[in-house]
């Protein structure tokens, strides 16, 4: 169904027609307008011979009248904006006691919706990666009507049903708010084609709160998750052993780096701080470009921080063994190794670092001890929670976007929509 619109072009032209697709079924077009807005008014009626009795659920097709006229917001044609006004109809059952009436149900319009569906997906599409209020002021619609679109059209829990098989599950903590200890556990899954999916947004980061989410997962879904990806924190891996004990739990690497790069950190930081008092000014003044340089993986510099590198390491030994070992200890996480080989390589490194004259790495060596399995486990299939970081920043970029999410209900809303939203929507908006 389309409706035609005419344009006078001249005083002495013709009116010119078009006609644009509406992208709803089962209706006919009574009359198209402007109001005194300019906004397009487009009157319809339902084509459709009949509904299900809301009572016995029969197909009824005894017309009984019409209900109240409704008005509608569709999608926007021409950059005016768009309303349906119609009638529904309204059938009466023969074979109900009191012979009730129905009103129909349209494909296209949910009678509690302001909206049809196809301008409530404009909306979700418009608000991908986008706020609520920047959506609401361009599509000049209100607040509310924008969280009442998330509440009508968006999950706020994961639907089990459409999951075939986690691969592997990731667990790790953000805060709600910067500088508070407010944190909320992100469960997240990458599944057997790749597509990564938020499957929970627990309140808090405890044993018991990651327990009870697992148990909630479908017996054929946990029995295939095959590695649980996260950071060294014992809740998540006791929680993990506890429910899944078929899967390999990895620490992931990248927490695993963090650890070792602070170690490398705190020389680099103490040596500089000594060097401010020995060296002269302009002496210290061309460390200038150290710290990013330090920083940095080896084969990343360029030649002008190689070159502030060696001129910090010439007065500071520490920091050059502090680099070195860093280096090296990455370059076995980059190695296609067995297990048992990374292993052996690992405990060589160790040796190194406990005859070396650095004591700053004594705290990751204890950390290394504790979580030797799950550090090394990752040489396995080398899992990591690579996925589960860069879904993090997206989640830290929509945190700042919206100036903070502090309901988890709509925070899990959100993320979805920021990962579904144009596969799910963006086909279905006809125009804009």
Same mark, same amino acid.
């Given at each position: 169904?389309?409706?035609?619109?005419?344009?006078?072009?001249?005083?002495?032209?013709?009116?010119?027609?078009?006609?644009?697709?509406?992208?709803?079924?089962?209706?006919?077009? @009574?009359?198209?307008?402007?109001?005194?807005?300019?906004?397009?008014?487009?009157?319809?009626?339902?084509?459709?011979?009949?509904?299900?009795?809301?009572?016995?659920?029969?197909?009824?097709?005894?017309?009984?009248?019409?209900?109240?006229?409704?008005?509608?917001?569709?999608?926007?044609?021409?950059? %005016? #904006?768009?309303?349906?006004?119609?009638?529904?109809?309204?059938?009466?059952?023969?074979?109900?006691?009191?012979?009730?009436?129905?009103?129909?149900?349209?494909?296209?319009?949910? #009678?509690?919706?302001?909206?049809?569906?196809?301008?409530?997906?404009?909306?979700?599409?418009?608000?991908?990666?986008?706020?609520?209020?920047?959506?609401?002021?361009?599509?000049?619609?209100?607040?509310?009507?924008?969280?009442?679109?998330?509440?009508? +059209?968006?999950?706020?829990?994961?639907?089990?049903?459409?999951?075939?098989?986690?691969?592997?599950?990731?667990?790790?903590?953000? #805060? @709600?708010?910067?500088?508070? +200890?407010?944190?909320?556990?992100?469960?997240?899954?990458?599944?057997?084609?790749?597509?990564?999916?938020?499957?929970?947004?627990?309140?808090?980061?405890?044993?018991?709160?990651?327990?009870?989410?697992?148990?909630?997962?479908?017996?054929?879904?946990?029995? #295939?998750?095959?590695?649980?990806?996260?950071?060294?924190?014992?809740?998540?891996?006791?929680?993990?052993?506890?429910? @899944?004990?078929?899967?390999?739990?990895?620490?992931?690497?990248?927490?695993?780096?963090?650890?070792?790069?602070?170690?490398?950190?705190?020389? %680099?930081?103490?040596?500089?701080? +000594?060097?401010?008092?020995?060296?002269?000014?302009?002496?210290?003044?061309?460390?200038?470009?150290?710290?990013?340089?330090?920083?940095?993986?080896?084969?990343?510099?360029?030649?002008?921080?190689?070159?502030? @590198?060696?001129?910090?390491?010439?007065?500071?030994?520490?920091?050059?063994?502090?680099?070195?070992?860093?280096?090296?200890?990455?370059?076995?996480?980059?190695?296609?190794?067995?297990?048992?080989?990374?292993?052996? %390589?690992?405990?060589?490194?160790?040796?190194?670092?406990?005859?070396?004259?650095?004591?700053?790495?004594?705290?990751?060596?204890?950390?290394?001890?504790?979580?030797?399995?799950?550090?090394?486990?990752?040489?396995?299939?080398?899992?990591?929670?690579?996925?589960?970081?860069?879904?993090?920043?997206?989640?830290?970029?929509?945190?700042?976007?919206?100036?903070?999410?502090?309901?988890?209900?709509?925070?899990?809303?959100?993320?979805?929509?920021?990962?579904?939203?144009?596969?799910?929507?963006?086909?279905?908006?006809?125009?804009?």
């Amino acid at each position: 169904m389309g409706i035609k619109l005419a344009a006078k072009m001249d005083k002495d032209m013709a009116k010119a027609d078009i006609t644009i697709p509406l992208g709803i079924p089962d209706v006919r077009v @009574l009359q198209t307008a402007l109001n005194e807005r300019g906004e397009i008014v487009i009157t319809l009626e339902s084509t459709k011979a009949g509904t299900r009795c809301r009572k016995c659920g029969k197909r009824i097709t005894k017309l009984h009248g019409r209900d109240e006229w409704v008005t509608i917001r569709h999608l926007p044609a021409f950059g %005016r #904006a768009t309303y349906l006004r119609y009638r529904p109809n309204r059938y009466q059952c023969q074979d109900c006691e009191g012979h009730p009436t129905t009103s129909e149900k349209l494909e296209w319009h949910d #009678a509690n919706s302001p909206h049809s569906f196809a301008y409530d997906n404009h909306l979700l599409v418009e608000l991908v990666n986008s706020t609520v209020e920047d959506v609401s002021l361009k599509e000049d619609v209100s607040y509310a009507s924008m969280v009442g679109v998330l509440e009508r +059209r968006v999950d706020a829990s994961v639907d089990w049903s459409v999951i075939t098989e986690i691969e592997v599950l990731g667990l790790d903590e953000i #805060a @709600l708010k910067k500088g508070h +200890r407010d944190y909320v556990t992100l469960v997240t899954g990458r599944l057997r084609d790749g597509a990564i999916m938020i499957l929970g947004v627990l309140p808090g980061h405890e044993k018991a709160e990651v327990i009870e989410f697992l148990r909630l997962m479908p017996l054929r879904i946990a029995q #295939a998750v095959q590695t649980v990806c996260c950071d060294l924190w014992a809740a998540y891996t006791e929680a993990a052993r506890e429910v @899944l004990p078929s899967a390999r739990i990895v620490a992931d690497r990248f927490h695993v780096a963090k650890h070792y790069r602070h170690a490398a950190e705190e020389v %680099r930081k103490q040596e500089l701080h +000594r060097l401010k008092k020995e060296l002269s000014k302009e002496e210290y003044q061309e460390l200038n470009g150290s710290y990013r340089a330090f920083r940095k993986n080896a084969e990343e510099l360029n030649k002008q921080e190689r070159k502030v @590198l060696r001129r910090f390491f010439e007065h500071s030994t520490l920091a050059k063994q502090a680099y070195g070992l860093r280096e090296q200890l990455t370059t076995i996480f980059n190695m296609n190794l067995s297990k048992k080989q990374a292993q052996s %390589r690992i405990r060589n490194w160790v040796r190194k670092v406990q005859k070396s004259s650095l004591n700053y790495f004594g705290d990751f060596l204890q950390l290394l001890d504790t979580w030797w399995e799950e550090i090394t486990n990752y040489f396995i299939q080398r899992e990591n929670s690579g996925f589960v970081e860069g879904f993090n920043n997206k989640v830290k970029i929509l945190k700042r976007r919206c100036y903070g999410i502090f309901n988890l209900k709509h925070l899990f809303q959100r993320i979805y929509l920021d990962l579904n939203g144009y596969r799910l929507f963006a086909a279905t908006t006809i125009y804009g």
